[in-house]
């Protein structure tokens, strides 16, 4: 299958791996040089760990990264059989991609969001092939974890689903069919979690610290919420609690006062270096 991802941050050069890995052709599109390069090593790095664990061999790392074509040129997505956007966590941006993938791919193939909470229903109106469009919602970091919530929007069609699945399947992970309902059910729960952790930070409760060994010690949580919230990127867990608010109408999911002056402040987690945490070459986490 050929195969194209549209965005090459953290979850788009992830699932590129994972496709390749399986024996696909991918072509990774995103804007810039810059951050195709900085993909292409990530998938190089997590390519090699797996063969220092003995979980790949070095020939089959060779064949996978051949299998990628890093590109800004959005000619390559044309003869694509499925399309996975995987652009930033904004209604807006991934219509941009869905329908610029509409005009260009063949009239069979199928378009997937890896949206995390927006309505695949909304995403799919916008384009010419409501029946061919599906959410594909991996899970970070993909080449390690197992689940996929697949989402069937309003007009999904069974036999896109049924390939999906059949897909996600053969790529060694797990679907899991959910509907269409903001969130779906990973985030639906998840978010509202973390989300009173970070009120349990504002409201002098606990530390991070603590909270997050509450967690892992009591609940055999592997990480601590507020660990997973900086791992996420803080903005993104701002971004599905305001879809979350606004599409349920709960006041439960409202976003912590905290969680908002973080982000615009810039500290979002991992990525910016600072959160609930410090990152980086000599950062204690305080």
């Known amino acids: 299958m050929r195969?194209?991802?549209l965005g090459a941050g953290t979850m788009g050069n992830g699932i590129a791996q994972v496709f390749a890995q399986n024996g696909h052709t991918v072509a990774l599109r995103d804007l810039e040089p810059a951050i195709l390069e900085r993909a292409r090593g990530t998938i190089e790095k997590s390519?090699?760990?797996l063969v220092e664990k003995g979980r790949l061999q070095a020939a089959d790392k060779?064949?996978?990264l051949g299998r990628i074509a890093a590109v800004t040129d959005l000619n390559a997505i044309n003869a694509a059989?499925?399309?996975i956007e995987a652009v930033v966590e904004s209604f807006d941006a991934k219509v941009a991609a869905l329908r610029e993938a509409d005009r260009r791919v063949g009239p069979e193939a199928i378009l997937a969001s890896n949206t995390s909470?927006?309505?695949i229903t909304r995403l799919a109106a916008a384009t010419g092939r409501p029946a061919q469009v599906i959410g594909m919602h991996f899970m970070n970091p993909v080449p390690l974890m197992e689940?996929?919530?697949?989402?069937r929007g309003q007009a999904t069609s069974d036999a896109t689903t049924a390939r999906v699945m059949e897909l996600t399947r053969a790529l060694g992970k797990t679907p899991v069919e959910v509907?269409?309902?903001?969130g779906f059910v990973s985030n639906r729960v998840l978010m509202p979690m973390i989300n009173e952790a970070i009120f349990c930070v504002y409201e002098g409760v606990?530390?991070?610290q603590a909270i997050d060994q509450v967690m892992k010690l009591g609940m055999n949580h592997p990480m601590g919420p507020l660990t997973l919230a900086d791992f996420i990127g803080l903005d993104v867990c701002l971004a599905i609690l305001d879809v979350l608010h606004a599409g349920l109408g709960d006041p439960k999911y409202r976003a912590c006062p905290l969680l908002k002056r973080m982000v615009a402040a810039g500290w979002l987690g991992r990525k910016s270096g600072r959160g609930f945490y410090a990152y980086g070459a000599g950062a204690s986490r305080t």
């Not at 689940?147 to 989402?151: A, D, K, N, W």
Request: glycine share 0%; hydrophobic share 55%; no cysteine.
């Open 179 to 182: 509907n269409d309902y903001p």
């Open 206 to 208: 606990a530390s991070a």
């Open 3 to 5: 195969v194209a991802v």
């Open 62 to 64: 060779d064949a996978t």
């Open 47 to 49: 390519l090699a760990k």
């Open 147 to 151: 689940l996929v919530e697949v989402i």
């Open 117 to 119: 909470s927006i309505s």
């Open 81 to 83: 059989d499925l399309v």
